[in-house]
Structures are given as C-alpha cells and as structure tokens.
C-alpha cells in the first residue's frame, strides 16, 4: 500500500476518532450445539488476547471452530456460549459492544441493485449522524473511496462489481463511524492473490490506525502470513498457536516439530493441526495453556507472557482514565441518527432497489395490465346482465384471488433476500429493526395502491359494471385493502421461512380462507363449529364488500337478456350468498383490522428472527 493510501486512511481516521482504543480478551469460551444426549462441545476453554493496532488472523482446519469463535467475540453466536469476553479488562456489555465493533461476513450481502455511491451515500448518513454536514459526509464518501480504490466505480451497481471491489465495499461502508474493533470472516474467499493481499494490506493499514482487526484466513500463502502481527491458531476447540508470525516455527520446534524446507508454514501448522504429524496437539494447547499466553521471542525462555500481564483475564497496565472514558462514552452510544432519519434514508435507499428490480416492477406492472384485459374479455359485458349474474359473482372473487398473489408472493421474498444485509447492518448498528421495517412497508405501498388500481379500471369498464363513481370507488377500496393485506401476509411469512419454504407457505396460508368467503359454500352452509372460520377470513370481507360495492344501497333491477332472469333484483342475489343484511363498513373495519394485525405481527416475527440468529 502506498504512501498516499496510508496518508489518507490516517486522515480518515483522525476525523472521526470517537472510540477510545479497545483491547479484547477472551476467557475460558465454551460452545456447545445440541441438547441431552446429542451435545457436542465445540470450543474448549480457550483464551486469547487481541490487541488494538494489531492485525490478527485467526487459522484453523475445516471444522477446527474458528468460525465459531469468530461469531462469539463478534456477538453473533450467544446460544450455548460460556467464558467472558473483556474489554480493557471491564466485562463487555453485548449491547454496547455491537455499537463499537463492526462484522463483516464471509460472503458480501450487499444491496445489488445500488450503485457504489449510493451505498456509501446512505452508510454515510446512517453512520455519521446529522451532527455532520451534507459536506463533511461527501469528502468522507470520496476518502473512503479514494482509499478502498472505488473512485471509479462510484456509478456502478454492486451487481456488476467483481468479488475484490465488492470486498473492499463491505469493509469502506464501515468505516465511516470508525468501529475500534473489526471482525471479518474470510475476507480474501474467492479473491485471486492480486487482491487477496491488496485487501490484507488494507486491513493492516486499518489496524495501524488503532482499531483491532481480526479476520479468519483459510490457508494464506506465506507472503500473505508475513502481513498479519499476530495469529491465532485453532484445531479440536482449542488454541495451538498464539503469537507473531515469525515465532511460529520456533514454537514448533519445541515439540519437534520441524517444518520441511519450501513449504509454507500455514500449510504446515494446519497439517500439523488436521493431525497428520501424530498426537501433538496436547501439548501444543498447553504450551500456550490453550491461548492464555503469547508465544513471543524464543530467547525469552521458552514462553513470554503478553505485553499486557493478564491476570485472571485483567489487564493491569489499563489506564483508569481510559476505562472510565469507556464507561462514559458506553452510557452516550445510541444509533448515529434520529429514528425519522433512518427512515428517510432506509426509505430512499428501498424505493431505488424496488424501482430497478424488474419483477417488482416492469413484471408486476405488466402483468396486471394484461390479467385486466384477460379477465374484461373474459367476462365481457357480464356486468349488467342478470343472466349472468353467477359469472360476474365469480369475475369479483377471482379478483380477489388475482390481487393477493400479486401482491404477496414479490413481497413473500423481501426478507429472505435481504435478511443476511438487515442482520449485517442491524447488528453493525446501523439502524433500527422498526426502521428498516417501517422503510419496507412505506416503499411498496404505492405500488400496492397503484398496480390494483391500474387492474381494476381495465377489468371495471371491460366488463360492463356500473357506471357509478360511488360503486367503483367502494370496490376500488376493497381491492387495495385486499391488496395491502396480501402484503401483510407476504412479509408475515417471509419474516419466518427461508425463501423456498416462504414461496410454499404463502399459497398455501390463504387456502383456509379461501374456502370461508362465502363463494364456494354459504355462510348457512357452513358447519357451527366451523362457522367461526367466516370471520378470521379476510377474503370474506373483501368478497362481501365487493358484492355489496356492486349490488347493494338500491342498485335498480338488472338487464335480462334471456327470457326469464331469477337474480334480476340485486337484492335477491345477495340474498343467495347470505349477504342482504351485511354491512360494507363492517368489511371495511375487518380488512382494517387485519391490515394492522399483519404489519405488527411481521415486526415481531421478524425481530424475533433477528435477536436469535446467533
């Protein structure tokens, strides 16, 4: 890395230093998966000291719980999790910590349809707060990218970046509050080794400016190995290995180890670690007692305790002031802005993704347009017709039908999709969950009002229904009540089940209530004890208030092009499906309520869903 980089990531981070620098320690972790008799213990009372200003690498064999450990510290994981983590010797406050740290995963969940500058535009604002000018927030936007070499790439979307600048991206955007720690979770996967050490040597610039840095590297070369300062060596839930690069081979020499001539030392320490050179790991955990001491200089005989002389996990040389400065500034951490704020920003930063993703846009759009058109040659004319009355009937429920699974199932995949982003953000302390939930609701709700509107004009006049601005607009209400309740559900499910469950359990969620909306059988048809079932259905209010939309409030007697016509009166028919004595307010405070219910019960699905990802 150049001169002129190091210079201006320096600069980068003098403007924004807020966080006093954060040594983490880390004490007896245990992890374990499963319950009864199926518990299988992960980690192993391992310890380990991460030092700010320093780069660290955490190495492993697959399966080794490097990952796991990762997690921990980061405060993803917390379920069968036991130890304590420190910070400069005070006991991390979870809460806190995950506003003074940032995790970047392995694999980089980025919102695809944004340029770069826009991505940075809104973690800018997110970050930084409105305490900082429109000005102050663009020359961070243009260090950040200056820095991280996406200067050119400001007007590109992220779908078309390749893996290195999408990797530099997922670290910039966390740059702007200046978290004091950094975990990232594989961050060279999938780079070639151009870009696997421009991104180390980053990373190692980062840590230079007083952050603590810790990424797990899956078999770095030895090049690679020189640019990190310390490494932390993991194999069976245990610590083999803690100390600089360089004093890794002496330290395996201690117990005859010798690494062969032309051979990379990473790859030989993972051997050594995946058992190939007998049973030495035992002795390896407690040569080090499983990461409570650093392996420094082997002239210092033979182990060195850290520069730090832990004790018990505390670190003396802790300067009180520091702690004390920690403490205050633990009790002033909030969100970076305002809750409207994140809202405007979540808002805007939606409403471009939802307007260049064709499906939920060109596609839909298009597609009510020509099911309007279908279903008005289809029912041509029926309308007015008392002779065909039933098909009318039927033409308003299949309305129905058609506006629900339009609207639910692009909504049903919203959260799936974006989950891995929100729980990145979310977690890095970006935003709130009602934010970005609130955010997600207000950006698709014009679509949700226009798309059923654009539908019900073609299929309105196609079909011959009364020309009153009353009816029509009575029915239009329903249709984008039904609208915004199959939004409802879309989300209520897509906050619960993965992307292919959520694409199953959407149709299949609204098939009781099909049944209950008085189309298929009537209401007096229905059995008592399943007669309750009527009223939990939102497809029978939105399908009674559509025939009371078109037939009732003294609607005169209908045409009849046929000799004789039995639902000729408009009464009658409803009389047929039970509906003479309902109330269209009444199926309006129903869709209401159920409108309500799914929005709310959407946000604790999905905060619940959140709060347990570790």
């Not at 390749?162 to 950094?182: M, T």
């Not at 990232?184 to 990373?203: H, I, M, N």
């Not at 604790?604 to 709060?611: A, G």
């Amino acid at each position: 890395m150049d001169v002129a980089v190091k210079l201006e990531m320096c600069r980068l981070t003098t403007q924004n230093q807020t966080n006093v620098p954060l040594d983490l320690t880390f004490h007896d972790i245990c992890y374990t998966v499963g319950k009864g008799k199926n518990v299988k213990n992960i980690l192993h009372q391992m310890n380990g000291t991460l030092k700010s200003g320093q780069l660290t690498a955490i190495l492993g064999p697959s399966g080794a719980g490097k990952s796991s450990l990762m997690n921990i510290l980061a405060g993803f994981k917390t379920i069968g999790v036991d130890g304590r983590v420190n910070l400069n010797g005070v006991e991390r406050n979870l809460k806190i910590f995950r506003k003074q740290s940032a995790y970047i995963e392995q694999y980089d969940h980025l919102l695809q349809n944004l340029t770069v500058g826009e991505y940075m535009n809104a973690a800018a604002h997110l970050k930084l707060g409105n305490g900082v000018s429109q000005v102050e927030k663009k020359s961070n936007i243009e260090l950040v990218m200056k820095t991280l070499g996406l200067s050119n790439n400001e007007h590109t979307r992220i779908s078309r970046l390749s893996g290195g600048e999408c990797k530099r991206l997922s670290i910039g955007v966390e740059l702007f509050d200046n978290p004091a720690i950094l975990f990232l979770d594989e961050p060279t996967s999938g780079l070639d080794s151009s870009s696997t050490l421009q991104c180390v040597a980053l990373l190692r610039e980062i840590a230079r400016s007083g952050r603590t840095v810790v990424a797990t590297i899956h078999q770095p070369s030895s090049r690679l190995l020189d640019h990190f300062d310390n490494l932390y060596i993991v194999a069976s839930g245990s610590c083999i290995y803690q100390g600089p690069p360089g004093s890794l081979m002496p330290y395996l020499k201690t117990v005859n180890l010798n690494c062969p001539s032309y051979t990379n030392p990473a790859d030989f320490v993972l051997d050594v670690a995946s058992g190939e050179y007998g049973d030495v790991l035992p002795q390896l955990t407690s040569g080090i007692k499983n990461g409570r001491i650093i392996y420094e200089d082997p002239s210092i005989s033979p182990l060195a305790t850290p520069s730090h002389n832990s004790q018990d996990g505390v670190c003396e040389d802790e300067n009180e002031d520091d702690v004390e400065k920690m403490k205050n500034r633990e009790n002033r951490l909030t969100y970076a802005t305002p809750f409207h704020t994140q809202v405007s920003v979540l808002l805007e930063r939606t409403w471009r993704s939802i307007w260049r993703e064709k499906m939920l846009t060109q596609v839909r759009f298009t597609t009510h347009i020509l099911f309007g058109i279908f279903f008005g040659l289809l029912y041509q004319a029926v309308g007015n017709d008392a002779a065909f009355i039933l098909n009318n009937a039927g033409m308003l429920y299949f309305n129905l039908i058609f506006i629900v699974f339009t609207s639910v199932m692009p909504t049903v995949v919203t959260f799936p999709l974006e989950r891995k982003v929100l729980i990145r953000e979310h977690l890095n302390n970006w935003y709130s969950l009602k934010a970005y939930y609130l955010a997600k609701l207000l950006a698709d709700i014009p679509f949700q009002i226009i798309f059923p509107t654009v539908y019900l004009v073609i299929v309105y006049f196609m079909t011959g229904q009364p020309l009153s601005l009353q009816r029509f607009s009575m029915l239009l209400c329903m249709t984008i009540f039904t609208s915004l309740v199959g939004q409802g559900i879309g989300l209520v499910v897509g906050a619960v089940f993965d992307i292919q469950s959520a694409a199953f359990m959407a149709p299949t969620f609204a098939i009781p209530f099909l049944l209950f909306a008085g189309f298929f059988i009537n209401f007096k048809s229905i059995p008592s004890y399943m007669n309750w079932m009527t009223y939990v259905s939102f497809f029978r209010y939105g399908f009674e208030g559509s025939m009371l939309a078109i037939y009732d409030y003294d609607r005169p007697p209908l045409d009849c092009s046929e000799p004789y016509c039995y639902f000729r009166f408009p009464q009658k028919f409803l009389e047929k499906f039970d509906m003479a004595h309902s109330s269209y307010s009444i199926c309006v405070v129903g869709m209401l309520v159920y409108f309500v219910v799914m929005r709310v019960a959407g946000y604790f699905l999905l905060r619940f869903k959140v709060k347990n990802v570790g």
